[in-house]
Nanobody, 124 residues
């Protein structure tokens, strides 16, 4: 599976962005996820979505503001980010997991494939 997060940019606090992640390979049966890494901090789990899209999981820090979805026909996964805050500034990565079912997989080692990240910068 090859992944490439895109759609990042510079946005004012309170604004929105939609990140996309096209995927190649066997996509529809993979759990997909999003992580982010802020400057000087460790990479942290943001969200995950089951292969069917019927189950989603979010970090507490983003619940109610972030929404992940997927379109298996297009091999795409999305992260809608609303009510952006300066603390959301980070490089965002999409990731894929080929093992097990849907769940809250917060450790980097839980994930099998990683793409290049996309930078989101939020100004106050």
């Amino acid at each position: 599976v090859q992944l490439q997060a895109c759609g990042g940019g510079f946005v004012q606090a309170g604004g929105s962005l939609r990140l996309s992640c096209p995927a190649s390979g066997i996509f529809s049966r993979y759990v997909m996820g999003w992580f982010r890494q802020a400057p000087g901090k460790e990479r942290e789990f943001v969200a995950s979505i089951s292969w069917s899209g019927g189950s989603t999981y979010y970090a507490d820090s983003v619940k109610g503001r972030f929404t992940t979805s997927r379109d298996n026909a297009k091999n795409m996964v999305y992260l809608q980010i609303d009510s952006l805050k300066p603390d959301d500034t980070a490089v965002y990565y999409c990731t894929a997991r080929s093992r097990g079912g849907p769940g809250y997989y917060a450790r980097r080692g839980d994930w099998d494939y990683w793409g290049q990240g996309t930078l989101v910068t939020v100004s106050s």
